[in-house]
């Protein structure tokens, strides 16, 4: 199962290091990355699969977003399927 | 794969502009719950209740943990308790209502419909029963929502039910005077009742269901808002085009958690019902809506044409969405409710007759509408019997819901707390029909009914 993780905050050093990390550490791939910087303003998204993650995903939703508390910036973590639902038939 | 565009609308949607899911609904049939006595038939009917909904509320929020769209409300619907507590003694019909309300509390839902009577061609003594305890059972309990379907296309209206109904209202406003009459806001008056919706007050387990069924309302209108802000100055087409697709995307995200609630908890999947439904919430409402097609406010000339493609669109979006589309399915058009058509109403821009218009063309009718509560019965049941013609002629669900406000006059606020949020109290004419709604008996049902 994938999860859809957006990050938006004012760009500083290791935001993606960080996210990275607690990913990797809890055997979660990362299947895509596209990252936009407007203005200093720091747009991510990230595909990941988590169907090996050693965290459950509800718990990894409440982590990213203490996450990015610490980081001054929001980290959203959303399951795939409401995407797919919206946007394919 | 999805693209970045698709993602970030996704996300904006849920973050931004309150896109929900209304309420998830379990009906449950009580019909296997009859008993003679009432007493055994109010331990039946809570015993069952608090069995099947046990896991429900749990339900709705891990659901809404998982994929970050909020559920607001869980809520249970029931069979007519007039038809189910039809064996019933008469005399302790409201210890029914206390009944249902004891076991939502119980699962901690926050409504529980069904309290009801279908009566639309005729009375039976369980009906009659059901309605005259209909005061006492709205005011002295918190959860319970009821119903009476007066009118059908295929029957006609029952003017008996209607003329009954106004006195009812009123008793029902008396009875919760304290609550700015809030008893009247959990009481809705059906022409063409939806036997599968999930919406309350009119939510009800109709008797061609199964033993118990998930049917989930999705909403949304601040989505449907923020989509039209893009297209700002189009022409129709593209006004049309844009909430068919919002109305499309809204729906996906109701049919996941429709199915999602219905596997989890091991009940079938009854429908989706598409409503745009308002709450008094800035951003989530469906006045602000026609604000954004180009009203200055809502009851402008213009604004049945608005609500009429409004109407359309949602539906039409929704359908190709999922094949099990029901229930109401349209845009909601309450007042108090819905804070910038309250504010229409206090600025004389809305008027009831306005609204009435409107409601030809909208889902449902003359809703959450306050009203002076020294209204004669006879007036109420007159704005009843039209919100029943417009159902009944045009072939669609209609309802009345008004408050005749205790203690208050036309101007004055009435406060109900929560989502039934407060109003505008809307004067209504002071012309009598009292002579019209006395001739008693039924309006024939109109010769499109024929349909053999």
Known sequence: ?89 | MLSRYEIEETASMLGEANLDVRTITMGISLLDCADGRMEAFCRKAYDKITKYAERLVRAGEDISRRYGVPIVNTRISVTPIAIAAAGCETAAFADAAFALDKAAEAVGVNFIGGYSALVQKGVTEADRALMASLPQALAQTRRVCACVCAASTRSGINMDAVAALGHIVKDMAYLSREEDSVACAKFVVFCNAAEDNPFMAGAFHGVGEGDAVINVGVSGPGVVKRALEQVKGCDFETLCETVKRTAFKITRVGQLVAREASARLGVPFGIIDLSLAPTPAVGDSVAEILCEMGLEMPGAPGSTAAVAILNDSVKKGGVMASSYVGGLSGAFIPVSEDTAMNAAAQAGALTLEKLEAMTAVCSVGIDMVAIPGDTPASTISGIIADEMAIGMFNNKTTAARVIPVYGKAAGHTATFGGLLGSAYVMPVSACSCERFIARGGRIPAPIHSFRN
């Open chain 1, 1 to 89: 199962m994938n999860g859809i993780i957006t990050v938006l905050g004012k760009d500083r050093v290791g935001i993606i290091a960080k996210v990275c990390i607690y990913l990797s550490e809890r055997g979660i791939n990362i299947l895509d990355i596209s990252q936009t910087i407007v203005h200093g303003y720091f747009n991510m998204i990230m595909i990941a699969d988590f169907s090996l993650s050693a965290v459950l995903f509800e718990d990894a939703i409440k982590d990213l977003e203490a996450l990015g508390g610490d980081m001054g910036v929001e980290i959203t973590l959303r399951h795939e399927g409401v995407f797919n639902a919206m946007h394919t038939v």
